[in-house]
């Protein structure tokens, strides 16, 4: 199981020392939370400020942008020239998926759609050949610290099963990341439903415990 640390909780005017952290503790990957005030009800950060963490951590960690933005279809080839490695990008957001998705592997980076919650499972399913993962939304894209919507199961499942029918036939594997709600106490159910990539924000990034020792509960968990 991949844990993708949601810097949306992180301290945002310190974001680098907290994203190094997380990379202390052992992760690799930083998902992060870009957000345009239209497609979704919050701002957050763009290119520039992805440039100056990928220029403060160095080339190693993953990562792994969110666009909830609009239009991501004329914007994305900067946030891959700011040192993002994955993007993903939601479906009600684009016009053209399959154009999208087939651009964003052209430009350099790996890709993914994304489905909120009230988004049919079949948006993704027409395009899984095309993708590296498909991002479930189990809260309402904006804000970090919502309750996990557990009405997601059935749309992991039939991407568990079509993407196990995928690779049965030579084809692409394909992750499947779960965002939002998700911690130490659902994290075991969200594997045995075929989850391989958990986002965790609010779970890791907290002024209960440091990140380490968020993570060592949520590593507890999964044994
Ligand atoms: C919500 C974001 C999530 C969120 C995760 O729009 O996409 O990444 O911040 O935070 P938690 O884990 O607190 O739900
Ligand atoms: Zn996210």
């Known amino acids: 199981m991949i844990i993708a640390p949601s810097v949306l909780t992180a301290d945002l005017s310190d974001l680098a020392s ?5 990379l202390d503790s052992g992760l690799n990957w930083l998902h992060l939370d870009v957000m345009d005030g239209n497609f979704v009800p919050n ?10 963490l990928r220029n403060a951590l160095g080339p190693e960690a993953i990562f792994d942008a969110h666009l909830m933005i609009e239009n991501a279809e004329e914007s994305f080839q900067q946030y891959i020239d700011a040192g993002c490695n994955h993007l993903s990008i939601h479906v009600e ?6 154009r ?10 790996t890709v993914g759609v994304v489905l909120n919650p009230g988004t049919p499972v079949e948006a993704a399913l027409e395009v899984l050949e095309e993708l590296d993962l498909v991002l479930v939304m189990s809260v309402n894209p904006g804000f970090g610290g919502q309750s996990f919507i557990s009405s997601v199961e059935h749309k992991i499942r039939a991407l568990s099963k079509a993407i196990d029918a ?7 594997p394909v992750q499947i990341q779960v ?6 106490h659902n994290i075991a159910m ?4 075929g989850v391989s990539n958990c986002v965790v924000g609010s779970g890791l990034f907290n002024d209960k415990a440091t990140v380490a020792e968020n ?3 949520i590593h507890e968990a999964l044994q």
């Open 179 to 184: 965002d939002g709600g998700v911690k130490s």
């Open 190 to 193: 969200l594997r045995e439903w």
């Open 166 to 172: 995928q690779v049965a036939a030579g084809g692409r």
């Open 93 to 98: 957001a684009v016009k053209h998926l399959h």
């Open 43 to 52: 701002l957050t950060f763009g290119p520039p400020v992805i440039r100056s």
């Open 100 to 109: 999208a998705v087939t651009a964003i592997r052209q430009g350099g980076a």
């Open 215 to 217: 993570l060592a509960i």
């Open 18 to 22: 907290d994203c190094q952290e997380a």
